[in-house]
């Protein structure tokens, strides 16, 4: 069965450390990855997405995240937290056949900020 | 633009109620998705509707289920509420137009969920 794991449930870091949280999904096919923030209070929102071509793929906030196939990893990083990162993190893939797609998500990862 | 909404914001139920839960995607999406959110479990998916059509379905019980009207709108409905089923639903529209090139991603705009507890 597809799936998505995120290892880090939850993170604890001082502003100004380098952040990364990594994410697997199990998969055969085609793939398309993203993560999504969710701060608290606030919705959901989207983070930044890969679909194809450069597997260095940049999002807002200064969050960036890399696919690597050959280890079906998706991880994302920020080179220096504020306290505003402090949010709930959640890692997603899409597949599915024609005509058909679903979002699986990971568990999520909790990051505190520390000011 | 108005985003995605969800009523009602919060719901408390008893055991063996039913619920029905209504969201109003972003104009002109066309399809809907419903996740269940809960500490330690993230978001698992419900389903996903697409022009009226349940396109795809997740691994939940045949209590849980939900329909989609003409303008897009989609309801779900959970029958004889368990303890279990005390969450938060979140609802999540896309312009997905189906096919394998053009259905997969497309981003989802999240509603602001409906947290319910069955007590």
């Known amino acids: 069965a597809q799936s998505v794991s995120q290892h880090n449930h939850h993170v604890i870091l001082s502003e100004a450390a380098s952040l990364e949280l990594g994410c697997n999904y199990s998969y055969g096919g085609t793939v398309n990855l993203f993560w999504y923030v969710q701060y608290p209070g606030q919705h959901l929102q989207l983070l930044l997405k890969y679909f194809s071509g450069d597997p260095l793929v940049k999002g807002i906030k200064g969050f960036e995240a890399e696919f690597i196939k050959s280890k079906f990893s998706f991880n994302l990083r920020k080179p220096s937290v504020q306290w505003s990162d402090t949010a709930e993190y959640f890692c997603a893939v899409t597949s599915g056949g024609s005509g058909t797609y679903k979002y699986i998500f990971g568990t999520g990862t909790r990051l505190k900020v520390l000011a | 633009k108005a985003g995605v909404t969800q009523t009602p914001r919060y719901l408390i139920k008893t055991r063996g109620q039913q619920v029905t839960l209504s969201c109003s995607p972003i104009s002109g999406h066309r399809s809907v998705s419903w996740y269940q959110q809960t500490p330690g479990q993230g978001l698992q998916f419900l389903f996903e509707?697409?022009?009226?059509?349940?396109?795809n379905k997740g691994n939940f019980p045949g209590r849980f289920s939900g329909r989609q009207f003409s303008n897009s709108r989609s309801e779900m409905n959970v029958s004889t509420l368990e303890l279990g089923d005390s969450a938060l639903y979140l609802c999540?529209?896309?312009?997905?137009?189906?096919?394998?090139?053009?259905?997969?991603?497309?981003?989802?705009?999240f509603g602001p969920g409906t947290r319910l507890t069955v007590l």
């Open positions: 509707y697409f022009s009226e059509t349940q396109r």
């Open positions: 999540a529209s896309s312009l997905a137009k189906g096919g394998v090139l053009s259905g997969r991603g497309n981003e989802q705009f």
